[in-house]
Protein backbone atom coordinates (compact mmCIF):
# COMPACT_ATOMS: atom_id res chain seq x y z
CA UNK A 1 0.00 0.00 0.00
CA UNK A 2 1.04 3.33 -0.98
CA UNK A 3 -0.18 6.55 -0.40
CA UNK A 4 0.35 10.20 -1.70
CA UNK A 5 -1.15 13.39 0.04
CA UNK A 6 -1.46 16.12 -2.18
CA UNK A 7 -0.93 19.72 -0.16
CA UNK A 8 -0.46 22.24 -2.34
CA UNK A 9 1.10 25.88 -0.61
CA UNK A 10 -1.72 27.37 -1.19
CA UNK A 11 -3.33 25.25 1.20
CA UNK A 12 -1.25 25.39 3.68
CA UNK A 13 -1.35 26.92 7.40
CA UNK A 14 -0.90 26.54 11.22
CA UNK A 15 -4.73 24.38 11.30
CA UNK A 16 -4.11 22.78 8.16
CA UNK A 17 -0.46 21.49 8.35
CA UNK A 18 -1.84 20.07 11.67
CA UNK A 19 -4.98 18.02 10.38
CA UNK A 20 -2.81 17.07 7.66
CA UNK A 21 -0.16 15.94 10.04
CA UNK A 22 -2.81 13.68 11.58
CA UNK A 23 -3.68 12.48 8.32
CA UNK A 24 -0.08 11.16 7.30
CA UNK A 25 0.47 9.69 11.01
CA UNK A 26 -3.24 7.50 10.20
CA UNK A 27 -1.79 6.21 7.12
CA UNK A 28 1.27 5.30 8.48
CA UNK A 29 -0.16 2.40 10.73
CA UNK A 30 -0.53 0.83 7.63
CA UNK A 31 2.78 0.21 7.13
CA UNK A 32 3.62 2.17 3.91
CA UNK A 33 5.42 5.00 2.68
CA UNK A 34 3.17 8.23 2.73
CA UNK A 35 4.06 10.92 0.40
CA UNK A 36 3.48 14.88 1.06
CA UNK A 37 3.54 16.47 -2.53
CA UNK A 38 2.80 19.67 -3.87
CA UNK A 39 1.62 19.67 -7.05
CA UNK A 40 -0.10 17.67 -9.66
CA UNK A 41 2.95 17.05 -11.35
CA UNK A 42 4.13 15.13 -8.41
CA UNK A 43 1.52 12.71 -8.84
CA UNK A 44 2.90 8.92 -9.00
CA UNK A 45 -0.27 6.89 -10.95
CA UNK A 46 0.90 3.64 -9.57
CA UNK A 47 0.36 5.02 -5.59
CA UNK A 48 -2.43 3.25 -4.74
CA UNK A 49 -4.24 6.11 -3.17
CA UNK A 50 -4.19 10.20 -3.07
CA UNK A 51 -5.19 12.31 -0.16
CA UNK A 52 -6.39 15.84 -1.49
CA UNK A 53 -7.63 18.57 0.92
CA UNK A 54 -10.18 20.19 -0.83
CA UNK A 55 -12.63 19.24 -4.25
CA UNK A 56 -11.14 21.45 -6.47
CA UNK A 57 -8.10 19.27 -5.83
CA UNK A 58 -9.82 15.98 -6.27
CA UNK A 59 -10.58 17.36 -9.66
CA UNK A 60 -7.08 18.21 -10.79
CA UNK A 61 -5.83 14.52 -9.70
CA UNK A 62 -9.14 12.82 -12.00
CA UNK A 63 -8.05 14.63 -14.84
CA UNK A 64 -4.57 13.24 -14.03
CA UNK A 65 -5.35 9.67 -14.16
CA UNK A 66 -9.28 9.39 -13.48
CA UNK A 67 -9.43 5.91 -11.83
CA UNK A 68 -7.23 6.49 -8.66
CA UNK A 69 -8.80 6.08 -5.67
CA UNK A 70 -9.16 9.48 -3.92
CA UNK A 71 -9.66 10.83 -0.10
CA UNK A 72 -10.97 14.10 0.10
CA UNK A 73 -10.94 16.40 3.34
CA UNK A 74 -13.93 18.67 2.48
CA UNK A 75 -12.69 21.49 4.99
CA UNK A 76 -15.76 24.13 3.95
CA UNK A 77 -18.38 24.00 1.87
CA UNK A 78 -17.36 26.83 -0.56
CA UNK A 79 -20.53 27.65 -2.61
CA UNK A 80 -22.11 28.59 0.43
CA UNK A 81 -18.90 30.59 1.85
CA UNK A 82 -18.44 31.93 -1.71
CA UNK A 83 -21.77 33.39 -1.20
CA UNK A 84 -21.56 35.11 2.15
CA UNK A 85 -17.73 35.74 1.76
CA UNK A 86 -16.89 37.00 -1.87
CA UNK A 87 -18.31 39.95 -3.31
CA UNK A 88 -16.79 40.22 -7.01
CA UNK A 89 -18.02 40.44 -10.67
CA UNK A 90 -17.61 36.39 -11.01
CA UNK A 91 -19.57 36.04 -7.73
CA UNK A 92 -22.53 33.96 -9.28
CA UNK A 93 -19.59 31.62 -11.75
CA UNK A 94 -17.37 31.14 -8.68
CA UNK A 95 -20.51 29.60 -7.02
CA UNK A 96 -21.30 27.56 -10.00
CA UNK A 97 -17.76 25.85 -10.69
CA UNK A 98 -17.48 24.73 -6.85
CA UNK A 99 -21.03 23.60 -7.17
CA UNK A 100 -19.73 21.31 -9.72
CA UNK A 101 -16.38 20.51 -8.02
CA UNK A 102 -18.07 19.31 -5.21
CA UNK A 103 -20.69 17.31 -6.88
CA UNK A 104 -17.89 15.69 -9.01
CA UNK A 105 -15.90 15.08 -6.26
CA UNK A 106 -18.60 13.62 -3.65
CA UNK A 107 -19.95 11.47 -6.29
CA UNK A 108 -16.00 10.07 -7.46
CA UNK A 109 -14.80 9.79 -3.78
CA UNK A 110 -13.44 6.31 -2.38
CA UNK A 111 -13.81 8.22 1.13
CA UNK A 112 -14.45 11.45 2.46
CA UNK A 113 -13.40 13.50 5.90
CA UNK A 114 -15.52 15.88 7.21
CA UNK A 115 -15.26 18.10 9.93
CA UNK A 116 -18.68 17.65 11.26
CA UNK A 117 -21.41 15.72 11.35
CA UNK A 118 -23.40 18.35 10.22
CA UNK A 119 -21.39 18.71 7.06
CA UNK A 120 -22.04 15.14 6.28
CA UNK A 121 -25.68 15.79 6.05
CA UNK A 122 -25.61 19.12 4.60
CA UNK A 123 -23.73 16.99 1.36
CA UNK A 124 -26.21 14.00 1.60
CA UNK A 125 -28.64 16.21 1.11
CA UNK A 126 -27.89 19.09 -0.68
CA UNK A 127 -26.51 16.42 -3.55
CA UNK A 128 -28.32 13.28 -2.84
CA UNK A 129 -25.42 11.23 -2.00
CA UNK A 130 -24.77 8.08 0.19
CA UNK A 131 -21.62 7.98 2.12
CA UNK A 132 -22.46 4.71 3.38
CA UNK A 133 -19.67 3.59 6.13
CA UNK A 134 -17.08 5.20 4.11
CA UNK A 135 -16.58 8.75 5.98
CA UNK A 136 -14.76 10.26 8.92
CA UNK A 137 -15.30 12.74 10.90
CA UNK A 138 -12.86 15.37 13.14
CA UNK A 139 -12.72 18.99 13.71
CA UNK A 140 -10.64 21.76 12.78
CA UNK A 141 -7.76 22.15 15.53
CA UNK A 142 -3.95 22.27 16.18
CA UNK A 143 -3.10 22.58 19.69
CA UNK A 144 -3.38 20.23 23.07
CA UNK A 145 -4.21 21.59 26.38
CA UNK A 146 -1.81 24.17 27.67
CA UNK A 147 -1.91 23.20 31.18
CA UNK A 148 0.28 26.52 32.09
CA UNK A 149 -2.25 28.79 30.95
CA UNK A 150 -5.01 27.47 33.41
CA UNK A 151 -2.48 28.76 36.44
CA UNK A 152 -1.44 32.70 34.33
CA UNK A 153 -1.80 35.15 37.68
CA UNK A 154 -5.28 36.72 37.52
CA UNK A 155 -6.56 35.15 34.83
CA UNK A 156 -9.89 34.01 36.39
CA UNK A 157 -10.22 36.64 39.19
CA UNK A 158 -10.44 39.56 36.59
CA UNK A 159 -13.52 39.39 34.30
CA UNK A 160 -11.28 39.90 30.67
CA UNK A 161 -13.09 39.29 27.58
CA UNK A 162 -11.14 38.33 24.23
CA UNK A 163 -12.11 38.17 20.52
CA UNK A 164 -9.11 37.45 18.08
CA UNK A 165 -9.75 38.08 14.07
CA UNK A 166 -10.48 40.43 11.40
CA UNK A 167 -13.45 42.91 11.44
CA UNK A 168 -15.22 40.42 8.87
CA UNK A 169 -19.34 41.12 9.09
CA UNK A 170 -19.61 37.13 9.17
CA UNK A 171 -17.63 37.21 12.66
CA UNK A 172 -20.66 38.99 13.93
CA UNK A 173 -18.60 41.87 15.21
CA UNK A 174 -21.84 44.35 15.61
CA UNK A 175 -23.40 41.50 18.01
CA UNK A 176 -20.25 41.02 19.66
CA UNK A 177 -20.43 44.21 20.48
CA UNK A 178 -23.46 44.90 21.91
CA UNK A 179 -23.32 42.03 24.07
CA UNK A 180 -20.02 43.26 25.61
CA UNK A 181 -21.55 46.98 26.10
CA UNK A 182 -23.89 45.42 28.61
CA UNK A 183 -21.30 43.45 30.22
CA UNK A 184 -18.72 46.55 30.70
CA UNK A 185 -21.94 48.43 31.98
CA UNK A 186 -23.05 45.72 34.47
CA UNK A 187 -19.44 43.48 35.62
CA UNK A 188 -16.72 46.26 37.24
CA UNK A 189 -13.57 45.71 36.09
CA UNK A 190 -14.69 44.52 32.22
CA UNK A 191 -12.29 44.80 30.05
CA UNK A 192 -11.92 43.89 26.14
CA UNK A 193 -9.19 42.67 24.43
CA UNK A 194 -9.35 42.83 20.67
CA UNK A 195 -6.31 41.54 18.43
CA UNK A 196 -6.77 42.34 14.92
CA UNK A 197 -5.38 43.38 11.84
CA UNK A 198 -8.04 45.82 11.60
CA UNK A 199 -7.07 47.78 14.08
CA UNK A 200 -8.80 50.89 12.16
CA UNK A 201 -11.71 49.35 11.37
CA UNK A 202 -11.86 48.22 15.03
CA UNK A 203 -12.04 51.81 16.80
CA UNK A 204 -14.71 52.89 14.69
CA UNK A 205 -16.86 50.22 16.01
CA UNK A 206 -15.74 50.76 19.94
CA UNK A 207 -16.59 54.41 19.25
CA UNK A 208 -19.76 53.23 17.65
CA UNK A 209 -20.80 51.16 20.76
CA UNK A 210 -19.25 53.36 23.04
CA UNK A 211 -17.00 50.73 24.63
CA UNK A 212 -14.37 52.51 27.14
CA UNK A 213 -12.67 49.42 28.55
CA UNK A 214 -10.87 48.15 25.54
CA UNK A 215 -7.19 46.95 24.13
CA UNK A 216 -7.11 47.20 20.24
CA UNK A 217 -4.00 45.31 19.41
CA UNK A 218 -2.62 43.34 17.11
CA UNK A 219 0.09 40.47 17.37
CA UNK A 220 0.98 37.55 14.57
CA UNK A 221 0.21 34.59 15.37
CA UNK A 222 2.81 32.56 17.26
CA UNK A 223 2.73 36.28 19.61
CA UNK A 224 -0.81 36.08 20.02
CA UNK A 225 -0.81 31.82 20.61
CA UNK A 226 1.35 32.90 24.12
CA UNK A 227 -0.60 36.70 24.68
CA UNK A 228 -4.36 34.70 25.12
CA UNK A 229 -3.45 32.84 27.69
CA UNK A 230 -3.75 35.75 29.70
CA UNK A 231 -7.49 36.35 29.26
CA UNK A 232 -10.69 34.36 30.96
CA UNK A 233 -13.95 34.66 28.11
CA UNK A 234 -13.85 34.76 24.75
CA UNK A 235 -16.33 35.22 22.08
CA UNK A 236 -17.65 33.19 19.10
CA UNK A 237 -20.22 34.79 18.19
CA UNK A 238 -22.07 33.49 14.74
CA UNK A 239 -24.94 34.53 12.37
CA UNK A 240 -27.22 30.91 12.42
CA UNK A 241 -26.45 30.25 8.52
CA UNK A 242 -25.49 26.78 6.76
CA UNK A 243 -22.15 28.12 6.88
CA UNK A 244 -21.10 28.17 10.20
CA UNK A 245 -23.86 25.35 11.32
CA UNK A 246 -21.07 22.87 9.28
CA UNK A 247 -18.35 24.54 10.87
CA UNK A 248 -15.65 23.88 13.55
CA UNK A 249 -14.10 27.10 13.96
CA UNK A 250 -9.86 26.57 15.15
CA UNK A 251 -10.95 29.62 17.61
CA UNK A 252 -12.67 27.49 19.81
CA UNK A 253 -9.68 25.10 20.17
CA UNK A 254 -7.51 28.00 20.51
CA UNK A 255 -9.81 29.03 23.65
CA UNK A 256 -10.16 26.25 25.18
CA UNK A 257 -6.56 24.84 24.85
CA UNK A 258 -5.37 28.32 26.69
CA UNK A 259 -8.40 27.65 29.81
CA UNK A 260 -10.56 30.26 28.11
CA UNK A 261 -14.27 30.12 29.06
CA UNK A 262 -15.76 30.40 25.45
CA UNK A 263 -18.80 32.37 24.53
CA UNK A 264 -20.47 30.60 21.78
CA UNK A 265 -23.54 31.00 19.58
CA UNK A 266 -25.46 27.66 19.48
CA UNK A 267 -26.12 27.75 15.90
CA UNK A 268 -22.23 25.82 15.94
CA UNK A 269 -23.70 22.39 15.46
CA UNK A 270 -20.35 20.48 16.41
CA UNK A 271 -19.61 22.20 19.43
CA UNK A 272 -23.43 21.57 20.54
CA UNK A 273 -23.24 17.91 19.95
CA UNK A 274 -19.46 17.57 21.09
CA UNK A 275 -18.87 19.81 23.98
CA UNK A 276 -22.46 19.60 25.76
CA UNK A 277 -20.57 18.05 28.48
CA UNK A 278 -18.30 21.37 29.35
CA UNK A 279 -19.05 22.83 32.98
CA UNK A 280 -17.97 26.02 31.85
CA UNK A 281 -18.87 27.68 28.68
CA UNK A 282 -21.93 30.24 27.46
CA UNK A 283 -23.87 29.17 24.90
CA UNK A 284 -26.34 31.26 23.37
CA UNK A 285 -29.91 30.96 21.65
CA UNK A 286 -29.86 33.89 20.83
CA UNK A 287 -26.88 36.13 19.86
CA UNK A 288 -27.80 39.25 21.54
CA UNK A 289 -29.43 37.94 24.53
CA UNK A 290 -27.71 39.97 26.97
CA UNK A 291 -29.91 38.71 30.07
CA UNK A 292 -28.78 35.31 29.54
CA UNK A 293 -25.10 36.00 29.05
CA UNK A 294 -24.75 38.28 32.24
CA UNK A 295 -26.64 35.63 34.84
CA UNK A 296 -24.15 33.14 33.56
CA UNK A 297 -21.36 35.77 33.64
CA UNK A 298 -22.54 36.83 37.17
CA UNK A 299 -22.17 32.82 37.90
CA UNK A 300 -18.37 32.37 37.17
CA UNK A 301 -17.80 35.46 38.66
CA UNK A 302 -18.97 34.33 42.08
CA UNK A 303 -16.81 30.80 42.03
CA UNK A 304 -14.26 31.13 43.97
CA UNK A 305 -13.05 27.61 43.08
CA UNK A 306 -13.40 27.85 39.37
CA UNK A 307 -9.22 27.94 38.89
CA UNK A 308 -9.28 24.70 40.26
CA UNK A 309 -11.76 23.03 38.07
CA UNK A 310 -11.68 24.47 34.63
CA UNK A 311 -8.66 22.64 33.68
CA UNK A 312 -10.09 19.04 34.26
CA UNK A 313 -13.27 19.99 33.25
CA UNK A 314 -11.94 21.21 29.76
CA UNK A 315 -9.39 18.23 29.91
CA UNK A 316 -12.26 15.57 30.27
CA UNK A 317 -14.71 16.86 27.88
CA UNK A 318 -12.94 18.57 25.18
CA UNK A 319 -9.18 16.91 24.95
CA UNK A 320 -9.81 13.44 25.42
CA UNK A 321 -11.62 13.01 22.09
CA UNK A 322 -12.78 15.30 20.35
CA UNK A 323 -9.49 17.66 20.70
CA UNK A 324 -7.10 14.65 20.67
CA UNK A 325 -4.60 13.86 17.98
CA UNK A 326 -3.71 9.95 19.33
CA UNK A 327 -7.41 9.68 19.29
CA UNK A 328 -8.50 11.00 15.74
CA UNK A 329 -4.98 8.89 14.43
CA UNK A 330 -6.33 5.74 15.93
CA UNK A 331 -9.83 6.14 14.85
CA UNK A 332 -9.67 7.38 11.56
CA UNK A 333 -7.02 4.16 10.77
CA UNK A 334 -9.62 1.81 11.87
CA UNK A 335 -12.38 3.55 9.48
CA UNK A 336 -9.61 3.33 6.38
CA UNK A 337 -8.63 0.38 6.94
CA UNK A 338 -12.39 -1.50 7.05
CA UNK A 339 -12.80 0.82 3.94
CA UNK A 340 -9.69 -0.23 2.04
CA UNK A 341 -10.01 -3.97 3.13
Known amino acids: MKFQILFEKGDRHDATIHYVEIIRKSLSNFEAKVEIIESIKEIDSRKNIIIVVNAKSHLKVLIKNPFIKVICWYQGIMPEELFVNYHHKDKVFKIALWTIFEFISLRCNFFSIFVSNKMKTHYEKKYKVDFKNKFYIMPCFNLDVN ?7 SKYSTPTFLYAGTMSDWQCIDQMLI ?136 LANAFTTYYNDEFHIKELFYKLNETIY
Open 179 to 314: LYSEIELKIKNAKLYLFTPDQDKAKEYVNKYKIENVVIDYKPYKELSQEIKKYKYGFIIREDIEMNRVATPTKMNSYLANGIIPIFSNCINSFQENLSNLEFKIVLKNNLDSEYLLQQLNSFESNNLLENSIYDDF
Open 147 to 153: KEAFTQP
